[in-house]
């Protein structure tokens, strides 16, 4: 079982999901999308934004969380709440369930959480789902879905290339021809003096 939940602190509203139990997180661990953000909640960053400039109200929303959501974090005050992209993620076979390391610890950010804001929880409730979702299928199209995107742009990208240097050629042609007309056999025949009458000479006087 997955929760999903919405933070409408940010436009668009943020799509935000956890499992029900560190078991379910191993499922999210594995089966994560490379725009996720994860402390012990996911965010799922909209196309365009990074992980590295999240909005505060928005991380505010996300700690929060974390915390209500943790059986010991949610008893305590002060609690530092870590996130990191989800390619940062280290996960190997000695690990228990849930557990995680990270790969490139320069990757990591922290934010403390002093206490626990129940009008933030409660408004966050208020939007969550439960689904039970096929993560691996949703990953799978997913990528299939970028991988459409990028040969869609690739060939945009031919495309305009090839206009681009039709263009080049057609006025490199225009150029090197430019003067072609000037010098056609009737043009030549009707400047050349040889071919004019005895009393060419008249028409300058």
Partial sequence: MVYYFKSTVVDPPAFVYVGKDKFENEELIKYGWE????????????EG???DDIPQDLLTDLAQLTKANSIEGNKKDNITVI??????L?????????????KDQRKVKKILV?????VIINRLNKTKVEKQPDLQQER?????ELRKRDQAAQQQRKKE????LKER?????QKDHAYDELFTEENMEASSNQNRDADWEDDFM
């Fill in 161 to 164: 290339e090839a206009r681009i």
């Fill in 90 to 102: 280290k996960k190997d076979g000695s690990m228990a369930a849930g557990q995680v390391s990270f």
């Fill in 114 to 118: 002093p206490a626990r804001e129940n």
């Fill in 49 to 51: 934004d990074t992980w």
């Fill in 169 to 173: 050629q057609e006025k490199k042609w």
């Fill in 35 to 46: 725009e996720d953000v994860c402390a012990h909640i996911y965010l799922r960053l909209n």
């Fill in 83 to 88: 996130y990191t992209p989800w390619s940062n």
């Fill in 140 to 144: 799978e199209d997913h990528r299939r």
